[in-house]
């Protein structure tokens, strides 16, 4: 139980496009929903929690313009990066929050990665 | 200092090694303690869930929690060349949102 899926699982886009990345709990409910990024090495940052219904919240420094967040259904949320750009490029993991079974925690996607050239 | 300290290694041992992993945490409202295993290329899997102090063994894998010294760790028994990954310890005051290490690369050589 507790599995997450994301799709796609890695892209690769031009400057300056949109890419849409899906995150689902396959087999619970999830009212809130992470999105992480991952640099080579590096630990996961929290980029915002997604809260179905409602709108994200999103960490300091993360730009809601450019990351836009849309949790519309309580197995559904999605990432957009909007005019994406290389610097953009990078892991990107979400995960959902599952409350209820003893082990109140966040379960992980597969993470997609993002190229843009 | 940061919040979670832990050592990115890489931590290399032959194959049936016992390995630990540990980290360290500053913050002393850190209430649930997590170690996940992460491939290459692969979202973290949750392997290991604590609250509060003691230890918690689930097959090769023991988790322990030292609340007051600030240190957990993840022992590996019989260590096997596809335990090798990074593992992130992750910490939480209230199991919503926790805070993690930057991860611990095991290598285990046959």
């Known amino acids: 139980g507790a599995v997450v899926s994301q799709h796609p699982s890695r892209v690769i886009c031009k400057s300056g496009t949109s890419v849409k990345i899906e995150c689902r709990s396959l087999?619970?409910?999830?009212?809130?929903m992470f999105w992480y990024r991952q640099f080579p090495k590096k630990s996961l940052m929290l980029m915002a929690t997604s809260n179905e219904g409602s709108k994200a919240t999103y960490e300091q420094g993360v730009e809601k313009d450019k990351f836009l967040i849309n949790h519309a259904s309580l197995t559904l949320s999605t990432l957009t990066v909007t005019s994406a750009h290389p610097e953009d490029s990078s892991f990107y993991i979400c995960?959902?929050?599952?409350?209820?079974?003893?082990?109140?925690?966040?379960?992980f996607g597969p993470g997609t990665r993002l190229t843009v050239l | 200092q940061k919040e979670v300290e832990q050592d990115p290694g890489p931590l290399s041992v032959p194959e049936g090694a016992i390995v630990s992993l540990n980290c360290t945490y500053s913050n002393s409202a850190f209430q649930y303690f997590m170690w996940y295993r992460q491939y290459s290329r692969k979202g973290p899997e949750l392997l290991m869930y604590t609250y509060s102090s003691g230890n918690k063994e689930d097959g090769r894998f023991t988790a322990q929690v030292d609340k007051s010294s600030k240190y957990i760790s993840l022992f590996i028994r019989d260590s096997q060349p596809s335990d090798s990954a990074t593992y992130l310890c992750a910490m939480s005051a209230d199991g919503y949102i926790p805070t993690f290490g930057r991860g611990t690369s095991l290598i285990v050589h046959p």
């Open positions: 087999d619970f409910q999830a009212t809130t």
């Open positions: 995960s959902a929050y599952l409350q209820g079974k003893g082990t109140d925690t966040q379960y």
